[in-house]
């Protein structure tokens, strides 16, 4: 299942207050490039009749079944790129793309 971080919980909240989405869930999708890498988007939607849900954090988290496949093992962050600048990121270990963060000594 996919998991989200604190700081990415606080940050979706923070957002949906910010455009009135505090009765939406938040949508999580991916999906398979032809080259093999992934896509990420998410927004935030209304509760769908095939949806996967999870709830962290007080963020209601929706996928579509084969969304909720490719994201089963993911961590979604929200992370300071460069000063000042933060994002969404995703660390999944089944994206080809996938490089895990070294471990400091």
Same mark, same amino acid.
């Given at each position: 299942?996919?998991?989200? =971080?604190?700081?990415?919980?606080?940050? +979706?909240?923070?957002?949906?207050?910010?455009?009135?989405? @505090? *009765?939406? %869930?938040?949508?999580?999708?991916?999906?398979?490039?032809?080259?093999?890498?992934?896509?990420?988007?998410?927004?935030?939607?209304?509760?769908?009749?095939?949806?996967?849900? =999870?709830?962290?954090?007080?963020?209601? +988290?929706?996928?579509?079944?084969?969304?909720?496949?490719? @994201? *089963?093992? %993911?961590?979604?962050?929200?992370?300071?790129?460069?000063?000042?600048?933060?994002?969404?990121?995703?660390?999944?270990?089944?994206?080809?793309?996938?490089?895990?963060?070294?471990?400091?000594?």
């Amino acid at each position: 299942m996919l998991t989200i =971080t604190e700081a990415a919980a606080s940050k +979706i909240i923070e957002q949906s207050k910010q455009t009135d989405a @505090l *009765d939406l %869930a938040l949508r999580v999708a991916a999906k398979t490039n032809q080259d093999g890498s992934f896509d990420y988007g998410m927004g935030f939607d209304e509760n769908k009749e095939n949806d996967v849900k =999870t709830s962290q954090y007080n963020v209601e +988290i929706v996928m579509d079944p084969q969304s909720a496949e490719l @994201l *089963d093992e %993911a961590t979604m962050d929200y992370v300071e790129i460069e000063q000042g600048q933060f994002h969404f990121i995703f660390s999944n270990p089944i994206d080809p793309n996938y490089i895990p963060a070294k471990k400091s000594k």
